[in-house]
């Protein structure tokens, strides 16, 4: 940037003003952008983490049932 400062100097007042809302405009739109792809991955990693708490659930439920049903027999001999 440091180039093309001289630029700024040198156009006239109304076009100066004009690129710079240029440049706001499209440094906004990239802003929603990320934003918008920082919500998706939040939404997407929350999902993920979901579907692992509910895995480890279910992991733990059948290994309490196995290991109540392992202590349920009775060995005789």
């Not at 007042?13 to 920082?38: L, M, P, T, Y």
């Amino acid at each position: 940037m440091a180039a093309t400062a001289w630029m700024g100097q040198r156009l006239p007042g109304r076009a100066a003003r004009a690129i710079e809302r240029a440049h706001r405009r499209a440094n906004a739109r990239k802003r929603v952008w990320s934003r918008d792809i920082a919500r998706l991955m939040l939404v997407a990693s929350v999902l993920v983490l979901g579907m692992l708490a509910v895995e480890i659930g279910r992991k733990a439920v059948t290994i309490l049932s196995h290991n109540t049903a392992q202590q349920s027999v009775e060995i005789t001999g």
